[in-house]
């Protein structure tokens, strides 16, 4: 049964800094490609970033580009995303999803297996 498990989440200051985890279980990890999105209420599922197999590539939605860092540990099957001077408007839903193909999508339909979320909150 694959699993994907995010935690890290969490209430943090407009200006502060958070490190989300994704941890994969069931699957290969070392070959799948990692996304990260988020959800706010009321508002469609949005790519953050993403990483290919061995973290060659990387990829970041114009909005957190310079702020957020995504990673990867193969041998321990997690996938990072560290959140640097946060924002009210960061304010969502965390998600990780994997997918077993290469080349980093940005539509979530993409994605194969999905994390239930960790709930993000900045305040201001």
């Known amino acids: 049964q694959v699993q994907l498990v995010e935690s890290g989440g969490g209430l943090v200051q407009a200006g502060g800094s958070l490190t989300l985890s994704c941890t994969v279980s069931?699957?290969?990890?070392?070959?799948?490609?990692m996304g990260w999105f988020r959800q706010a209420p009321g508002k469609g599922r949005e790519f953050v970033s993403g990483i290919s197999w061995n973290g060659g590539r990387t990829a970041y939605v114009d909005s957190v580009k310079g702020r957020f860092t995504i990673s990867r540990d193969n041998a321990k099957n997690t996938v990072f995303l560290q959140m640097n001077s946060v924002k009210p408007e960061d304010t969502a839903v965390y998600l990780c999803a994997a997918v077993a193909r290469p080349g980093i999508a940005t539509t979530p339909s993409a994605y194969d297996y999905w994390g239930q979320g960790t709930q993000v909150t900045v305040s201001s």
């Open positions: 069931g699957r290969t990890f070392a070959t799948d490609t």
